[in-house]
Each structure stands twice: as C-alpha cells, then as structure tokens.
C-alpha cells in the first residue's frame, strides 16, 4: 500500500509537515511497497496512527460502571450493521463501541490503566472483545501486601521479582501506582493523608512504596516506567503533596531512554488551595517544577464538560465524591491488592470547581514547554470520554476556542487559574508528539508512534490541509476531521474510510515478561503459597491469567538475567 | 384543525414500536407520507399503514394544529407521543406502555387505561387518563437521576408501583390508590393521591406527597403536627431522614 503525497507530521523522525508518499507491506512501513494499492492523501494530514497511553476501557472497574449507569448505556446506542456489532454507552461503552470510536479518531492502539492481578482475567476478556486496535494493560502494584512487605524488609531483589511475577501473572504491560498505602488503609476507613504517614499494620510510607517500586522498575529495565496516581489526588492543596512526590524520587535513574516516572491525569493533582471554597490552580507550580526536571511525564487528565464516570483504585477518594455530590456509588475491595470505587457525575461550566478544573488540564499541556513530556488524555471516562479527544486538541490548537469556552464558564476559570494569559497554540508538530509520538516513548513502544521503516502500518489521515487550514482561526474544522478520520490504517489495512468503519480485523495485545534471578523467584512463590492458603479467596493455580486470555499476544521481554 | 385518525387493523400480539404517532412527526406528513411510515412490530419491520387504518385530513400543517384521535386497543402500542411539543392526541381505548416518554408539551388525553411508564421523563404539557394507569407513572428509565421534570399527569383512577420514582418537577394527581413506593427517591415535584398509598417518599431529597387515604409511612419520617388541607386534616412528615431528606409528606390516615 502507498499513501501518496500527504502531509506527513513525524516528529519523532523530523519529518514536519512535508508532503511525501508512505509505503505499508505486510503490516510494517517499508522504504517500497510491492502490491499497487494507493491512497490519495493529497492535501490531507497525514499521522501516525494516535496511541492512548491512558484509558480505562476494561476490567471489572469498567463494568460495574457499565452495571450502575443503564441510563448512560441508552446514551449511546446504536443498532448493527452487516458490519458492526451492536454499540452502546458514553462514559462507559461497551467493548465494540471502544474499539470503532478509537478508530474513527484514528487512533490505532489503547492502553487500559488500571488492572489489578486479581481481575486481570476479566480485563483480558474485554480486551480480545474490543475490536481494531491494539491495547495493553497496566497492572496495580502499589497497595499489594507483597509489596508492602518487600518495601518494609527492604528486599529489593524479592520486590522486582514479585513485579515480574506480577505482569506475568496478570499479561500486564507496567507498574501502575495508585495511591499507595491509601487503597490498603481503606479496607480499614481510612487514608493515608500525605507521602510520609504510614500504611496500617505495614509502617511502611507511600513514599517508600513509590521509591521502591520505581527502583525495582528501573532493576528490571521494564519498557514504561512506574505510572503514579498520586496520593491525595482530588484535593484542594495537593500540588505540594505531587511536588513533595517527585522531589521525592529525583535522585533514581532511568534505566532505559525514557522518563523515571510518569505522572497520570495531572489535572486532579494539581490543585491550590486549603478547601473547596479558595479552590485554584496550581498547574503553572507544577509545569514549571516539570520544564527544570525533564526525567518526568504526565498525561493531562482534561476535564470535558458534561456526563463522565470515575473509576479508580483511589476508593477512599471516590467515597469522598459519592458523599459530596450524593451520587451512585460503588465501593470494591480487591483482597491483598487493592480497594477501587466507581460514580458517575456530571461537570457542569457553571460550577466553580469543575470550571476550574478544566483550566487547570489546559494550563498544564501548554505551560509545559517540552510537549514530549505531556500526553493528551481525559483519563476516560473520569475526567470525560475518549470521543471528545478533537475538543481537547481544538482547544490546545486555538486561543480563540479557549476564550471562547472561558466566555461560558463559571468567571472562577478564568480568575483562579493562568489560563486567559496563555498565549501558546500547538501546531500539528506538537498535536502529533502529545498523542502520538510522546505516548509511544512514554510507554516503550519503538514501533509506534512514528513512520520511520520498520514501524507499525498504523497511520490516520485527516481531511484537512495543514498548509491551508488556521487552526488558530478554523477550529471548528479541526475538531470535525479529527473526529471522522478520512482513512484510519491499521496494520496496512484500511479500518476507516470517510469517517465511517469499513473493516474489523483484531488488534495485538503488548504484555511484559521479564526475567528475574532463579532465588528470588523462588523466594515470591514461598511468599505467594503462604499468601494463597491463609488469605486469598482463590487457590495460586487458578490465578494466574492463562495464555488462552491472550490469543493475540506482542510479548516484550525485559529482566535483569 | 387537521384531524388524523388512526385505528389499528388487527389485534397485536407482540408489542409495536409507534414513536412515530405524534404531532411532530405526523403534522409536516401528507396522509400518504403517514401510511409510509417506518414501524416495528417485534423484530419486523413495516409500515405504519400495513398495521393502522389513518384517515383523516390531509397535510402538511403545524404541529400545534394536529389532533391525533385514536379508536381501538392501543395497549400493545409503545411510545406513543414520545418527545412531542404539542398538539394533541386522543384516544379512546386503552394505551400501551412508554406513552409520553420525554413529551415537553401538548397534550395527550386518554378515555381507558395506560401501560407502565406513563409520560416517562416527561418535561411539560398534560396527560389524562381516565382509567387506571401501569407502574412507573412519571418516573425515570433504568439509573436515571431524574424522571418526570415539568408538566401534569392526572390519573382518574388507580396508579402502578413505582408512582413518580426519581420524580424532580411537575405534579401528578391519583384520583384512586397508588401502589408501593410512590414518589421513591423524588427530588421534587408533586403527588396527590386520592386514596391509599404504601410506604410513600421513601429515599425522598425534596418534594411534596400528599395521601388522603391511608398510607403506611416509613420510620424514617419525622412527625411534625397536623395541618389542614382541602377542609382535611393530614398528618404532616419530614423526610425521608435516611438520605436526609427535606420532603413534605402528608398522610390522612396512617396505616400501623
């Protein structure tokens, strides 16, 4: 297949706006393609297929939001084709639904955030249930009483080769941190309040759990690296507590090209202010602690007005939301691993906080000046769905659109955050890193991402001349063609034609192996017998995701031997 | 005026889809448009015509104008009046279930019984019923925060479980008995029921209920003193405390 004479935005391989032909043989771009099948792409945008670095889009989280909110299911209904299955759902679509709208965005690969080991069977499930694009799975670790332990004993060595059983045991692809220590203090009612107040009855600080899991990381060489919820994420006044977060773990290396730590949905982390009534942005704080340390990422969490679906591990935080807004509530308790809860809300441009919020996710991808360091996101759903991801890219494209919104909020968004002052407005080179190249460097996917020979033939093509088009001015037209994508490539086969699904193949599924030291594997499976036979409510053998839950696997091999 | 009359050619077995016998669909269609109307019978598709006999007089006109009267057993048709603004349909005979769903205006008068769902989620104008109505008169689809917002229901004679569930505006009037749970987790609005009611206001933010029959009353209401209303003497109740509730409750005769 060749793509000819499109407008190709590469970033990671310099290539910046310049019209030029792409070849696609057997699923990888090659320098020259032997089959004659073309695609004019003339005057059109040409980009790496888009790459979600951060979604929730299946596992038992997903579905209980699925189970509470029939209401939101009708939202989004829509009957069969002689192609399609049956969709449905905004916030919380069902699995086919998630697999055609990130097609039709043009994104060609999806990564569900959070999984613990637990009930990474279910996550597995809806994963070979959702169609199209390739997706991921990052595994929980920071509330697991294994870690806990291995933290407070200072066993490093055991730690990392829990890690590795743990990816192993639930396919999952990285470390996936949320509020550590707090979802343990939970199954008790209680929180942990900040980085250095201990966990019950382990004394260990989440600071030691994040140090710890971040070391044991970078001992393993895994391809992404620790993915941290900070603690007291939520509150009024936690930007110190994601400062005091990452000042924490300055001095540990990476171990690969890559970030030390990536710090998700940064929008609800950075927040000022001693209650809910002097609520205010932090985010130029946190941008500019991030322009001096570039070992760190963040995705941005941006906040879409209207119908959205928390769902975290962070239970003890979605207690506090269910009791403030009286909304639906479902509270989970996942044995030694972690705590999780679900509730649906709304966020509304005429409530002070939610207008704040919304500032808050902008400021932070347009104060960071290295767009490799942010990753576009609405932490789907919690902070709003996937689907309004061309909003978000509109309004980082265009000061106008942005003061065109503030005009409608609540005046809070504009007199509580920096956001009316700035001036930036991403070009295409930026758009293409922030959901593009950057997520793929972030996760250590060197096949994605880019268009270099020997990447993945996943590419979108948007009807919409970079050369011609404003987006400054015409943001409207930005945000209708980059939500019906002319052509969507996956793989070298064509999924989207004029925004609508013309084919379904099965996408791949990334988890990571990696190898640890013979003793201290032995060492985590006396640890885990103990653990299975005194406590768990089901047996070792039956725990273990088996490669029958993978069918397509993309297995990357990391490890210390 | 232009009248449509509809009236079905059979006896349904299975229920039909009929959203489209509303004002606003039906006004801006000649008669022979209305006949090619896209309907669901079950899973099978036909049209309008291939189910109902439509006379009347012929479009377009507004839908203000249009009076929809409909003769016959109606109780297996669905969605009749969904989403409509205004006009008016009568019917004489009993009426399916979903009818009104998300009606903002007009008004729908029916000389029999409703189906369940009865002006589901309903917005605003007036629906009549002369009979008994189904369980969930006003009240929201499954996990809905909010039924019926705007407009009247008026009931003449008995009402299902479930009666304005997640009720959040307009007003419902039961002439007869109501059954479990009326007004259950209402955030405002108003239900009057003339007779007996069980168990009312349970889950109640705010709201009025009043019962002039008798009515079992949740523990979780508080007492308040007695007032009178329509020359009556009810029993005045706050609650429902377990979700600390401000809702007006009265009740004529408590039920032990």
Known sequence: MIIEGGIVYDPRNGVLGEEMDISIEDGRVVEESRDGDKIDARGMLVMPGGLDAHAHIAGAKVNTGRIMRPEDGRRGAEARTKLLRPQSGYTVPNCYAIGYRYARLGYTTAFEAATPILEARHTHEELEEIPIVDKGALTLFGNNWEVLECVRDGDLGKLAAFVAWGLRASRGYGVKVVNPGGGEAWGFGGNVKGIDDPVPNFGVTPREIIRGLMRANEALGLPHSVHLHTNNLGKPGNYETTLETLRAVEDIAASRDRQVLHVTHMQFSAYGGTGWKDFESKAPEIAGYFNRHQQFTMDMGQLIFGSATTMTADAPLEYGNARLLKAKWSNHDIELEESSGVVPLVYGRKMPINAIQWAIGLELALLTEDPWQVIMTTDHPNGGPFVNYPEVIALLMSRAKREEELASLHELASSRSSLPSIEREMGWEDIAIVTRAGPARILGLPEKGHLGFGADGDVSIYDIDPKKLDPSKDHERVKAALSRAKYTIKGGEVVVRDGEIVAVPQGRTYWVDASVPEDEAAKVRADLVDKFTRYYSVQLSNYMVQDAYVTRPRVVRAGVV | ?256
Request: aromatic share 6%.
């Open chain 2, 1 to 256: 005026m232009r009248e449509i009359r509809i009236k079905p050619r059979r006896r349904f077995l299975v229920p039909v889809e009929a959203e489209g016998i509303s004002p606003d669909v039906l006004a801006p269609l000649t008669l022979e448009d209305i006949e090619r109307l896209e309907v669901w019978e079950g899973n099978r598709r036909s049209r309008l015509s291939d189910l109902f006999a439509i006379e009347g007089d012929d479009g377009p006109g507004e839908a203000e104008d249009a009076y929809l009267l409909l003769r016959g057993d109606f109780s297996r048709v669905k969605r009749i009046g969904e989403k409509m603004t205004c006009g008016m349909i009568e019917v004489d005979g009993d009426l399916g279930m979903h009818a009104g769903n998300g009606m903002a205006g007009g008004e729908i008068s029916i000389r029999g019984g409703a189906g369940d769902w009865l002006g589901r989620e309903m917005r605003g104008g007036l629906i009549n019923v002369s009979g008994d109505a189904g369980d969930y008169v006003g009240a929201g689809y499954r996990g809905e925060s909010c039924g019926m917002r705007g407009g009247e229901i008026r009931i003449e004679g008995d009402a299902g479980d479930y009666l304005g569930e997640h009720l959040c505006g307009g007003k419902i009037t039961v002439l007869g008995d109501a059954g479990d749970f009326p007004g259950i987790a209402n955030r405002g609005g108003v239900i009057i029921i003339g007779g007996d009611a069980h168990l009312p206001g349970a889950e109640m933010a705010s709201g009025t209920i009043t019962v002039f029959g008798r009515a079992r009353v949740l523990p979780s209401y508080q007492y308040q003193d007695t007032v009178d209303i329509d020359g009556r003497s009810l029993k005045k109740f706050l609650g429902d405390l377990v979700d600390g509730g401000k809702g007006e409750l009265y009740v004529a005769s408590l039920e032990a």
